[in-house]
């Protein structure tokens, strides 16, 4: 069963920056193109960025040019480095396939934008 964990959120101000970390389990993670996905309170899940198995990146309007997404299929984990932080990135970030059906979704980890 393949298992995702979340991990490298926390309050953070404007203008700061946060690396958010997703390992996978149960799964061949080199094989599989792979994403950031968050969720605002009262507002759908969307995409934010993801990571094909070539290294190809896309990236939300939102983000472009603040994020960074990234792999390392040796330790099966992508990363979502995240700079110049506003307060309308406040969401539960999640990790999971980039394209096509979805992996059972992780818990999450909160990254919350505030002075």
């Known amino acids: 069963q393949v298992k995702l964990v979340e991990s490298g959120g926390g309050l953070v101000q404007p203008g700061g920056s946060l690396r958010l970390s997703c390992v996978a389990s149960?799964?061949?993670?080199?094989?599989?193109?792979m994403g950031w996905y968050r969720q605002a309170p009262g507002k759908q899940r969307e995409l934010v960025a993801r990571?094909?198995?070539?290294?190809?990146?896309n990236y939300a309007d939102s983000v472009k040019g603040r994020f960074t997404i990234s792999r390392d299929n040796a330790k099966n984990t992508m990363y979502l480095q995240m700079n110049s932080l506003e307060a309308e990135d406040t969401a539960v970030y999640y990790c999971?396939?980039?394209?096509?059906?979805?992996?059972?979704w992780g818990q999450g980890t909160q990254v919350t934008v505030s002075s």
């Open positions: 149960g799964v061949i993670f080199s094989l599989n193109g």
């Open positions: 990571i094909n198995i070539g290294g190809s990146t």
């Open positions: 999971n396939r980039g394209w096509g059906s979805y992996f059972d």
